[in-house]
């Protein structure tokens, strides 16, 4: 995620990296010049509160999104 984000959180920490900033930002042209998309955390909790959660997963975003919100985003400013 560093490589396709704009700054690291100041504030939100990561003590396994040896407190770098989270990856905050994520940006457009890094994501389509480099080919990473960002990795998506979910996570579904019980309709009970204090059941907790009954499934998570992860998942990477998928390109076209990105090629069509620079596409967006370049139509956009030409107006």
Not at 8 to 22: A, K, N, Q, S, W
Not at 41 to 70: C, D, Y
Request: net charge negative; with cysteine.
């Amino acid at each position: 995620m560093y490589e396709i984000t704009m700054e690291e959180h100041p504030v939100f920490r990561i003590p396994f990296l040896d407190f770098r900033g989270t990856p905050v930002g994520i940006d457009i042209l890094k994501v389509i010049e480099t080919g990473i998309t960002p990795v998506c955390n979910t996570a579904i909790s019980h309709r009970e509160g204090g059941r907790g959660m009954i499934g998570a997963g992860l998942l990477r975003m998928p390109m076209a999104s990105f090629e069509q919100a620079l596409i967006s985003l370049n139509e956009e400013i030409s107006k």
